[in-house]
């Protein structure tokens, strides 16, 4: 006897002996066992689900000669005739290959005349999108009022290009795809009925390709046996398919998460002699880092249906969850790049480059190659051993006189303020912030509002806008009336500051912290509170949820550095009632815009303007000069 492939072999010959589709199958039983048959079934799905499968074993369960039943005998010759394709009253038809509207008549015409052998006859038309629209036309009447003893099955893979008058006529039931999982199983039992010998990986490669198809699965099992001299093994399957074997994207990622260039680099050159699709390895690693951050935020979420469930739960605890999501995002930006690289090795191997230098919390220093040639010729071209870069102002070689410049270049805005101190008599000689354009002719006069509430570390600058001005920071002193009394203005607000008395205000210095980034970001939201060596910082609900390890250290750092090494920090959640470096700021751009578009309003050139022409000002686009505060 010829060999039968696995598809055909395996092919189910009970409802019990499907897997995979138990919405459809406890339908149909319910249905044959209280006797409630519908006269038209359509079954949709992908290629390799079970639809045809389905058609069949419900003839048969239609006309075993036991009687209507979900559970058919096989053994009677109506069983038999359908089990092996020869009952007279099963008529298949191809619609891809019969869509004339002469077909179809063919069909309703014989719909009329009674079954030869079996209780019904059934019509089982397989990719019945095909049929032409008048062939449709010609169906319809036949399909919405058949005879008694007519049943119609229809199959399609795209149910998208059926008319609507079709779909109303039928019972529609949509087969689902086949998980790996349930792929994997059953390769696992046809195999040990088979008396194959095989590995466990072997299998989820077969159940990943078959995407989600059992008889493609059948199929792939066929040609690996035959690839494998009659067994499966993992290295084998992966040469037929042109993949590579999931261990290898468990060495792949454990050098991402173990930071480790060398070891990452020789796995992508060990998998690239395998000619891989490396979109496919992409495509792989998204999957696994989804399921990663799945694990992370709902913990024992993880399924095992890629057969990997032991990986993902050890990944999820060794990533932090900002590795997961750049690993994800790089991988999912390098799998849309690799149609416009040069090479796809050089795409792949770049994404997976990206993925290491950048991720969270690595040092943003010189490559270690370069650090250690810039050394060894720094080395090679000085008597000196200490490769530290000399005094700013007294390069010691040429290759490091480049620094100097840069330091010299944050000098001159230090060199100018001490330059206006002997002319400002009101600053105190300890103030940190001179006084830089006084005019002490003028008698200090009432402080406005909009001075009272801005910004004291800018008030100190060349020329903060009163009402009044025009908007123009950098006039000398005395060239307009409100120029001379400004000094003297904002001399009665600086001097109980507490910046000037060396105290530190939250809300107004959070910025000389240097936080940056979403640690900056969420602790400008917070409210400060310290008592001794413990910091105390209270923030609302909605940025709470945001923070996390990572940011409480950098937070934490950045104090330690600004007050000390003893320092103490606690994060809680609760109201800030507005005490916060953002809040603060807000305040300031408000009261900075106010001055602005007064100072507009009440200038007699605007003014004049405004009556002169019938203009009008649009306060929207005004806004205040840069640097006035």
């Given at each position: 006897m010829s060999y039968q492939v696995l598809a055909r072999k395996w092919r189910p010959r009970t409802f019990e002996d499907m897997v995979g589709q138990e919405h459809v199958l406890q339908?149909?039983?319910?249905?044959?066992?209280?006797?409630?048959?519908?006269?038209?079934?359509?079954?949709?799905?992908?290629?390799?689900?079970?639809?045809?499968?389905?058609?069949?074993?419900?003839?048969?369960?239609?006309?075993?000669?036991?009687?209507?039943?979900?559970?058919?005998c096989g053994?009677?010759?109506?069983?038999?005739?359908?089990?092996?394709?020869?009952?007279?009253?099963?008529?298949?038809?191809?619609?891809?290959?019969?869509?004339?509207?002469?077909?179809?008549?063919?069909?309703?015409?014989?719909?009329?005349?009674?079954?030869?052998?079996?209780?019904?006859?059934?019509?089982?038309?397989d990719e019945v999108h095909m049929l032409t629209n008048q062939s449709f036309n010609a169906f319809l009447k036949t399909l919405e009022e058949p005879p008694e003893h007519v049943k119609f099955l229809l199959a399609t893979t795209d149910p998208q290009k059926l008319p609507v008058t079709v779909l109303s006529r039928c019972l529609q039931f949509n087969l689902k795809r086949m998980t790996p999982e349930h792929i994997a199983g059953h390769l696992k039992y046809v195999l040990s009925e088979e008396q194959v010998p095989f590995e466990e990986p072997a299998l989820w490669l077969l159940a990943r390709a078959a995407d989600g198809s059992m008889r493609d699965a059948l199929s792939l099992t066929d040609q690996a046996i035959a690839f494998g001299n009659q067994k499966l093994a993992a290295s084998d399957v992966s040469n037929m398919l042109g993949t590579i074997d999931q261990r290898d994207i468990e060495k792949l990622v454990n050098a991402l998460v173990e930071n480790n260039?060398?070891?990452?680099?020789?796995?992508?050159?060990?998998?690239?002699?395998?000619?891989?699709?490396?979109?496919?390895?992409?495509?792989?690693?998204?999957?696994?880092?989804?399921?990663?951050?799945?694990?992370?935020?709902v913990p024992g979420s993880v399924d095992n249906a890629l057969g990997d469930a032991a990986q993902v739960q050890t990944l999820a605890r060794q990533l932090s969850a900002e590795d997961a999501q750049l690993f994800y995002q790089a991988a999912l930006m390098g799998r849309k790049d690799l149609a416009v690289t040069p090479d796809a090795r050089m795409g792949f191997e770049m994404t997976l480059l990206r993925m290491l230098a950048f991720r969270p919390g690595t040092d943003r220093r010189e490559p270690p190659t370069v650090s250690s040639a810039g050394q060894s010729g720094s080395a090679e071209s000085r008597d000196e051993p200490d490769p530290a870069p000399a005094p700013a102002g007294q390069p010691a070689d040429p290759v490091h006189s480049a620094p100097p410049p840069v330091a010299e270049l944050s000098q001159p805005e230090p060199e100018a303020k001490p330059e206006a101190i002997p002319e400002s008599a009101p600053v105190p000689a300890a103030a940190p912030m001179p006084e830089p354009e006084p005019e002490p002719e003028f008698e200090p006069g009432p402080v406005p509002e909009y001075l009272a509430e801005a910004d004291p570390v800018h008030e100190s600058e060349p020329r903060p806008q009163p009402p009044e001005s025009g908007p123009e920071p950098t006039d000398p002193p005395g060239t307009t009336e409100m120029a001379g009394p400004e000094p003297e203005v904002a001399e009665p607000v600086r001097e109980p500051e507490p910046e000037l008395s060396g105290e530190f205000v939250w809300e107004r210095d959070f910025r000389s912290l240097g936080i940056v980034g979403m640690p900056g970001n969420l602790a400008s939201h917070t409210a400060f509170t310290r008592d001794g060596d413990d910091i105390l910082l209270t923030m609302e609900e909605g940025h709470a949820r945001l923070l996390n390890a990572r940011h409480e250290e950098k937070i934490l750092a950045a104090l330690r550095n600004h007050f000390g090494d003893t320092i103490n920090l606690r994060i809680e959640q609760g109201e800030t009632g507005g005490k916060t470096p953002a809040a603060w700021e807000e305040r300031q751009r408000l009261?900075?815009?106010?001055?602005?578009?007064?100072?507009?309003?009440?200038?007699?050139?605007?003014?004049?303007?405004?009556?002169?022409?019938?203009?009008?000002?649009?306060?929207?686009?005004?806004r205040p000069v840069q640097g006035s505060r």
């Open positions: 339908a149909l039983i319910h249905a044959l066992e209280n006797q409630r048959l519908h006269h038209a079934y359509l079954f949709t799905g992908t290629r390799g689900v079970g639809k045809t499968t389905i058609g069949r074993l419900l003839a048969r369960c239609l006309n075993c000669e036991t009687g209507v039943t979900p559970t058919p053994e009677c010759s109506s069983c038999q005739e359908i089990q092996e394709g020869r009952f007279v009253d099963l008529i298949e038809i191809d619609a891809a290959s019969r869509t004339g509207v002469d077909d179809m008549r063919e069909l309703t015409d014989n719909v009329q005349y009674a079954p030869t052998r079996g209780r019904f006859k059934v019509y089982l038309i260039g060398p070891s990452l680099l020789s796995e992508i050159q060990r998998i690239s002699d395998f000619a891989p699709d490396y979109s496919v390895i992409l495509a792989d690693l998204l999957s696994l880092f989804h399921r990663v951050t799945m694990e992370q935020v009261a900075r815009q106010q001055a602005a578009e007064s100072a507009i309003r009440n200038d007699p050139l605007v003014k004049s303007i405004v009556e002169r022409f019938e203009g009008r000002v649009v306060e929207d686009s005004i």
